[in-house]
């Protein structure tokens, strides 16, 4: 499958400008909506948490507009619905991202909010409490959530116990009741600042007034004591099988997560490896896991396979539910499905099948302001270059049948993997 290029997103209509104080400004111009899309992060996620305040920064990123030193609640929310515009944050492993949306009249209005939220955050203490009750509760539900405790046992297998990779994002229950206001101000006075930030904004703006709006909101932002991003601990190659069953007695649904830790988005393979991953999990209703597990025979409610790959290497994982009786033969029959892509190269009408979705849903993905600010924001954290976009089709094209089985050779292994299991217990045979 071809696409003009030149009709892409790229250097010609993308422009970039860093401000003096390292912050990066990517606007692109959108004329034909009257609405603006803004988006973005900087280096203030779960990595730079210490060992006893897990999920202070999620905590943190989820106060940050609820109540400012020069706004309170109801002002934030009353201009954001007053002017039907949208505005978040939260805290991701690496950063904390922002996104919001508005008409173009309203973007000044939006991009203070932003700056007030992200650099005078309050903490009101009666909000701080209400938020803890919100993260309580939602903790608690999530603890009765099959598919929750498997993802969440997944990651304490496959990643040592001390790599940030293996912790929630969100912490504990202990720890959500124990962090304070305090521990709050001292994470935000320590780590929010203009380091690894970026703004990415899109629609009906001009650039040249747009980065002049951003420079007189966050040009003066210093922080001498923020942290760059850590280098992430080694992760030992697996050498044997992984495996823990959570009981969950009360359940009629198994799920099922098996997987192991694999690339980065910087590796040089990620595109073969996403390209085995849509064979292996994703094409045609969930590829061949799907058709295999869940048509052929009859095992699974859902088969599928995922690739996570962030700034550290993220896991390749399957993720089935299952009833429990079936969780034996599901496992095998996904490790058969590894062993088949680690073994026999795929078939030519796979390659090309997978490669004409992956061509074809970019337009689809860039037809809208939020897509290309969520592509722009790729190119940017990743360093993969203002061109990207343009160049995407031919390296697509360019991954052959062997290209896609070394890389599934590199990261998978039927016989080496981590496996969680929560849900009822399985009967025995």
Do not use: C
Request: no cysteine; glycine share 8%.
């Amino acid at each position: 499958m071809e696409i003009r290029t030149e009709t892409l997103p790229g250097p010609q209509d993308i422009a970039r400008h860093e401000l003096a104080n390292g912050i990066v400004v990517l606007v692109r111009e959108n004329l034909h909506v009257r609405s603006v899309v803004i988006t973005g992060a900087l280096d203030a996620g779960s990595i730079f948490e210490t060992p006893d305040t897990q999920g202070v920064a999620s905590f943190t990123a989820s106060m940050l507009l609820r109540g400012t030193h020069t706004r309170n609640f109801d002002t934030i929310h009353e201009m954001l619905e007053g002017s039907g515009a949208k505005l978040a944050m939260s805290s991701g492993r690496h950063t904390v991202g922002f996104s919001g949306k508005s008409l173009r009249e309203d973007l000044p209005m939006l991009l203070d909010l932003l700056a007030d939220g992200l650099r005078n955050p309050a903490f009101p203490a009666d909000y701080v409490e209400k938020l803890r009750g919100q993260l309580v509760t939602n903790y608690k539900f999530r603890e009765e959530d099959t598919r929750y405790i498997a993802g969440r046992t997944f990651r304490e297998l496959a990643y040592p116990a001390a790599h940030p990779y293996s912790q929630p994002i969100d912490g504990t229950l202990a720890s959500i009741e124990t962090i304070t206001r305090d521990h709050m101000i001292e994470f935000h006075r320590r780590q929010y600042g203009p380091g690894g930030m970026f703004i990415v904004v899109v629609g009906a703006v001009d650039t040249a007034a747009t980065i002049q709006m951003i420079a007189e909101r966050f040009a003066d932002w210093r922080n001498p004591d923020q942290q760059p991003q850590p280098e992430l601990p080694e992760i030992p190659s697996m050498i044997e099988v992984r495996q823990q069953v959570v009981p969950m007695q009360d359940k009629s649904q198994s799920d099922v997560v098996l997987g192991v830790p694999s690339l980065s988005r910087y590796a040089d393979d990620w595109i073969a490896a996403n390209i085995a991953n849509s064979i292996l999990g994703v094409f045609g209703m969930y590829g061949r896991i799907g058709a295999e597990v869940r048509e052929k025979r009859g095992l699974a409610y859902y088969a599928y396979s995922r690739i996570e790959g962030g700034i550290g290497p993220g896991p390749w994982r399957v993720i089935a539910g299952v009833n429990p009786v079936n969780v034996p033969q599901t496992v095998a029959a996904i490790r058969d499905e590894i062993r088949r892509i680690i073994t026999e190269p795929v078939t030519a009408e796979e390659l090309a099948d997978n490669k004409a979705n992956f061509i074809g849903r970019l337009p689809l993905r860039l037809e809208s302001n939020e897509g290309v600010a969520g592509s722009i924001v790729a190119m940017e954290r990743y360093q993969l270059g203002l061109d990207y976009l343009q160049r995407y089709a031919a390296m697509v094209n360019a991954i052959t049948v062997e290209d896609v089985l070394a890389a599934a050779q590199r990261y998978l292994n039927p016989d080496v993997y981590a496996l969680a299991v929560a849900g009822p217990d399985i009967p025995a045979e």
